[in-house]
């Protein structure tokens, strides 16, 4: 496609409508499934990680809205925010998203058809549905491989050695609302942390740091209260022995 033509057409694409679409629990999932990489992941490549934004396959056919994706190795330009990197462009970007994931809340959302079918066609390589209420299957978690470049497989694992993450089920809170969440993890499966995650975690260490540094200033006291105490007793002893006549240097 040249350059040309790509910015004459790029104009015409809806990139935003600001349609409210997803309920409570889907848009907090959708933020755990985000922020957390930008808190905590430390990858040695540059990645964008994204919810509820519009993935174009090309300028003719609707775009579709994963819940969230994730894109290894791309840099967007924050100045100006450009049209063409308002949303995920799969020509601006150069390749496809590593990993789309979907939050199923009803039935209707085609999860298990329609989109893998073009989730597929875009040759992503893991496509991952969530299911947390057992709306398609009785399966909450299916996690999916792309094979022969045509049509996703299940994938019997995981952890996605490719991109260096791992996904589990987690029965926790967040945000006030408790539930089964998807969260993402490492190869041991240790949850990648929230910064709130990580800002409760390093002040218990720092805690745990601080009632170790006093037990052993506490102990260094204890320990020179008991040297003073030993010194003053030998100075007694010292000054008896002087008393009878009894010279302790000579002893």
């Known amino acids: 496609m040249s350059e040309q ?3 004459f057409n790029i104009p015409q694409l809806v990139t935003e409508d600001d349609t409210p679409v997803d309920n409570i629990f889907s848009e907090k999932q959708q933020r755990l499934l985000t922020e957390p990489l930008y808190s905590s992941w430390k990858p040695n490549i540059s990645f964008l990680a994204t919810a509820n934004v519009g993935l174009f396959s090309d300028i003719y056919h609707e775009p579709v809205v994963p819940d969230m ?8 330009t924050e100045k100006n925010w450009p049209t063409e990197q308002r949303s995920y462009m799969l020509w601006q970007f150069g390749k496809p998203p590593d990993v789309v994931i979907e939050v199923v809340s009803n039935r209707i959302g085609q999860e298990n058809t329609k989109k893998m079918e073009r989730y597929a066609r875009m040759r992503i390589p893991y496509y991952v549905i969530f299911d947390p209420f057992q709306e398609l299957s009785d399966d909450i978690l299916n996690v999916y491989a792309l094979l022969d470049l045509r049509r996703y497989i299940k994938y019997h694992q995981n952890f996605l050695s490719e ?4 996904l589990t089920l987690w029965e926790g809170t967040f945000e006030g609302t408790s539930a089964t969440w998807l969260r993402w993890c490492d190869e041991q499966g240790h949850l990648i942390l929230t910064g709130e995650e990580r ?3 390093e002040k218990i260490r720092a805690d745990q740091e601080r009632v170790r540094a006093d037990q052993l200033e506490q102990e260094l006291q204890k320990a020179q209260q008991q040297s003073a105490q030993e010194k003053e007793q030998m100075e007694k002893m010292a000054a008896k022995l002087k008393a009878l006549g009894i010279d302790i240097d000579k002893i």
């Open 5 to 7: 033509f790509s910015k």
């Open 163 to 166: 991109i260096g993450l791992g």
């Open 199 to 201: 800002a409760d975690q």
């Open 69 to 76: 994706l994730l894109s290894l190795d791309v840099e967007i």
